[in-house]
């Protein structure tokens, strides 16, 4: 992936790389050598050997997607898939690495922690490298770790529930993600459970060229419910670095899961994730996912409503700027009777930036008495900007009452000249019809989060100005 | 010295079309002048192009504002030099709290003043003065306003801004009686505090309640007439046809 990328101006503040040592890494490239050796490091049983096979197979097999993002300078050759930053996930700050443990708190995340987290994992590259969850949390029976640890202590429900929501064969970023998984949350909830702050995770790439494939699995028992938030972000370089972690997530009958993501890639990182959940009787299933960062992001939030009852919201927020082409949206797939689906999605495009809305919303035939609502907004901030929608809908039952609502705006002068007529400069006023504009997401994030959301939109649309 | 808004042979409109045929006026610091005329006579071109909307255009004239070229002034400037509009017809601004949007235009308005727990209180204050509820802040700007909140939302802003210079553009029209009362009040008091009011009215039913130093009638661009108490009196029994004859 030696492509020169064009100089961005955007103000990005989590650039900075560190020069580590890293405790093992593969050669560059991908081969059935690779797999096996990630496999072997990890001292994996045989079954996830031959999972992990299994998905490098079908990833050669399979063609790159051709429907969405332009994929041809990811050159999978030039790509390096496994480093280890350090020996072991530590479990208080102390025991990760010193360059490590300062990246994380230039991120922030100790003090956050200390705040108002129910626990925290942060992954650098290719591993874990710190987890800790609250002892009363522990006590209850809640279990968040890294996955690999996961495949070690909990290896019977690991393997119920892995690659049971994403096969392998799903798509070629699966098949990858599989051969060569490493990382990743793994986050169980008992019973009646309920966790009030958010669990949160972290993922930092640090190398250049480098991919990161977590793979994060997470289970919801029965009437629990709990609030999982990720962030991530990586240097600024010029070549670039690909992420495709798959994420399953089972909400079992009356669970309520909430799943916030803010995506903050750099823009030289191509980000192409497989998300899907499946919601049980009377569950609710949240996607809260905020994409305003990488150079080329596919994500498409899924909420399998499997049980009767079951219920998902699911709000994508997406930003691109000049370089930046996010295709992102959401999917229902309504199999039960009494389901109900809300998609929301909201775009911003600026300086030459890109949104797609790809959605799918699906009514199988047998799944009576569905309310769906889908409602896309793009706002334009000029004219070199694009976006667009693609909304396919499969509706087999005719007792379905779907509604969808599509805009597509730019910032009227009008309001430009009411905010400035209260002596706002154009940024600002522009900025505020922006936040305004994406509200509807930020009201729904813990008010720490909403502070820096907001921060790191107004540093974008000040670095993407014209 | 106070500060006074000198408008000075102003022409303007829109693309080719001349909407404003030679107007002057000037207003001081604590004066109330009213600026009447029938509908499509120039009234909210004239607030319009004072804030330098970009729809508008000016042919020729200057408006002075404390003897500065306020035309040379980008919108937000002429706000931050302290000349506000209450607008006929504010805008909406979805998912925008009326809470945040006070805080950042009061801050940037009046930069030297605090904006915490002082700003907090004034709010109350005039919230209190204006009749508003408290759940008012916490809505977004404009959106689902009645056309009474609308304008009290426009008088509320004056008053926390405190401007030199005010025009506020038919704050009146569509008010009932006791909003009018609530808002004229309002009005007069920020006269006495020191603003000078612009204020444009297609009714004299306001001139009940707020008493203009000076009335102007616009007719066709121009200014018609300019007079005192009885020229408005002359006008609610006359109506504006007798100004158009005479013009």
Known sequence: MVLEQETVNREYKYGFRDDIEYVYRTAKGLSEDVVREISGLKDEPEWMLKMRLRGYSHFLERVMPDWGGDLDDIDFDDIRYYLKPSEKEGRSWDEVPDKIRETFDRLGIPEAERKFLAGVGAQYDSEVVYHKTLKHLEEQGVVFMGTDAALKEYPEIFKEYFATLVPPEDNKFAALNTAVWSGGSFVYVPKGVKVEQPLQAYFRINSENMGQFERTLIIGDEDCQFHYIEGCTAPTYTTNSLHAAVVEVIAKPGAIVRYTTLQNWSDNVYNLVTKRAYAYENSTVEWVDANIGSRLTMKYPSVYLVGKGAKTEILSVAYAGKGMHQDAGAKAIHLASDTQSRITSKSVSQNGGRVTYRGHLAVAKGARNVKSNVRCDALMLDAVSRSDTYPYMDIEEEDASITHEATVGKISEDVLYYLMSRGLTENEAMNMVVLGFLEIFTKELPMEYAVEFNRLIKMEIEGNVG | ?247
């Open chain 2, 1 to 247: 010295m106070p500060i006074q808004l000198d408008i000075l042979d102003l022409h303007a409109g829109i693309e080719e079309k001349k909407i404003l045929r030679g107007i002057s006026l000037s207003v001081r610091q604590g004066e109330i002048h009213a600026l009447m005329g029938p509908n499509g006579s120039g009234k909210s071109t004239l607030a319009y192009v004072l804030l330098g909307h970009p729809g508008y255009r000016v042919f020729d004239g200057q408006v002075l504002l404390d003897g500065e070229d306020l035309l040379a002034m980008d919108t937000d400037e002429r706000a931050r030099r302290g000349l506000f509009l209450g607008f006929q017809y504010p805008t909406d601004l979805p998912g925008v709290k009326m809470r945040r949007f006070l805080r950042e235009s009061y801050r940037s308005i009046r930069p030297e003043e605090p904006d915490g727990e002082a700003f907090d209180a004034r709010v109350q204050e005039e919230l209190g003065n204006l009749d508003i509820d408290d759940t008012f802040l916490g809505r977004y700007v404009n959106q689902g306003f009645s056309g009474g909140e609308k304008k009290r939302a426009e008088v509320l802003q004056m008053a926390l801004f405190r401007p030199p210079l005010a025009v506020m553009d038919e704050t009146d029209s569509g008010l009932d009686i006791d909003s009018l009362q609530v808002v004229s009040d309002a009005m007069n008091r920020l006269a006495q505090e020191g603003t000078g009011i612009l204020l444009i009215t297609h009714y004299q039913r306001i001139l009940r309640y707020i008493v203009p130093q000076e009335v102007h009638v616009l007719i066709d661009g121009r200014i018609a007439r300019s007079g005192g108490k009885g020229l408005a009196a002359k006008l609610e029994k006359r109506g504006y046809d007798w100004l158009r004859e005479e013009a």
